[in-house]
Every structure is written in C-alpha cells, then in structure tokens.
C-alpha cells in the first residue's frame, strides 16, 4: 500500500504551533467530522487534525451529500474558541484553502459566500463548522475540509456541471500532501493571529466574488433576489433588497443571478 497522504506531509515538515500537533489518519471512516467530535469529547488537544482517504457518510453544509472518493482531500480540524473566535473559523479556513490552492495548484480560486471555494464558477472545495455548546460555554468547534483533487465530475451528473478538480483544471496532478501541509500551516498562522486579535475578514473579503451581485437567497422554500452589498465584520452577508432595506443574512443558500436570470460567471483574481 502506498504511504499515506499524512505520512508524506509530515516527511516534507509540517511547521505549525497548534494545528496539526496530534493527527490521526483512516483509511475509511464514516466522517472526519464525527470522529473529530468524538475526539474532543475525549479531551484532545486544539490543534487536533482527522485526516481519511475514503468517507462512508460525509456531508456538506445544510446536509448535502459531499462524495468522498479516494485521491482527493477529507480532514477536520478541532478549535476549542472563544465566543469572539467562533463565528470567524469559516471565514479562516476559507482563507487558509484558498491560499494554498493558489500556491500548491498554480490556480486562482474564490470564494463563493460563505465557504465554497470556487474556480471558473464551479466548486472545488467545501467547508462545513459545527460546534458544540454546553449552556452558553462553547465545548469544542470542529472545521471540516473536502477538496476536490482527482475526483472525475464528469461521472456524477448531480455535479458534473457544477464542480471541478484541481487535477483537471491545473491540467497536472496536484501534490495532495502539500496541499494539505499548506492548508495546514496557514490555518496555523490565521488562528495564531485572530487569537492575538487579528480578523481573518479584511483578506476574506477579497477572495469573496459574491459581494456587488444580485444575488437570490433561498430560506424555507422562498427565493428572494437583493444585491449582496458587503459582510459584517462576523462574515455575516449585507443584502441590499430592492426596496432599499438592508439585510443581514447569517445563512441560507444564495445562487448568483445575473440581470438577465443567468447564472453569473466568477471572474479569475490575483493572489490578494
């Protein structure tokens, strides 16, 4: 059997100071995030990564199905924050993913409010948040990464038209242990940072495509388009309605929709 992507990412050096001090590593589990929980609940450290190279029940925001085939990227991340902390681990992982497509796959992506990460206007990655609360005290939070690497989208017509891998758009095969060594690190480096009271929003908010488009929310089976006019200093969304209110929308499914009803390509950006 081959090594695994951990083992290969810890011979290149992994230089962190919290995240990714304790790992483990599956061949196939049933959810990083699950397993992540179940780790905290047993007293690890922050800082602590599951990693696995086949997921049997993973999931996405509001629950959707997130495939989990062998050759591309599944881990979670446990975070013991702060109140202050926690509504900002999204937007940091968000960040911390898309630096590290950028420097490890040679491509531009963006992030599509709040945590896909886009390229040409389809998903290459996800982010999913959970937390766990006892009373108004925060147990634990956990961060969930997927990254499509070597998935074939083409096989899977729920997706095809709609995600993307790094391999097929780098046009090469992406090292997968330095992506996640990159993920890693600047997740490191951000959390360090917002601990000494820097926010991860000023950076997000560059990456983001969404702001300054019409934007059609849907909530509880109602659709409603207003201009995504900015984010709050939590990440939450600004909605311009066309009656001139400003919303703020803390979640939700948002699709881009152009004047013209059209979905609204993303545009490629340098690295901010």
Known sequence: MPPSVVAQMLRAGLYTAIIGRSVRYYQSTASTMDDAAQWARDGADEGAVVV???????????????????????????????????????PLAGVAVARAVRQAAGLYPTIKWPNDIMIDGRKVA??????????????????????????????????AATAASLNQLANADVDRAELLRRILQHLDA??????????????????LDTLGQRVTVTHHGSAETSLAEDIDEH??????????????????DITLRAASGEPVPYARKPLP
């Not at 996405?60 to 926690?86: E, H, Q």
């Not at 969930?144 to 997706?159: H, K, M, R, Y």
């Not at 990440?235 to 939700?252: E, F, I």
Request: no cysteine.
């Open 126 to 159: 996800g982010i999913l948040a959970e937390s766990s609360m006892s009373g108004s005290r925060i147990e634990h939070a956990i961060v969930g990464v997927g990254v499509n690497i070597a998935l074939d989208t083409s096989a899977d017509p729920e997706i």
């Open 235 to 252: 990440g939450n969304l600004l909605l311009r309605t066309n009656a001139g209110q400003l919303l703020t929308l803390t979640a939700g």
């Open 190 to 207: 951000l959390y360090l940072d917002l601990r000494r009271g820097r926010s991860p929003i000023p950076e997000w908010r560059r990456w």
């Open 52 to 90: 696995a190279e086949t997921q049997t029940a993973s999931r996405g925001r509001l629950g959707r199905r997130w495939i989990s085939d062998s050759g591309n990227l599944y881990f979670s991340v446990l975070f013991r924050p702060d109140a202050n902390a926690l509504p900002l681990l999204s």
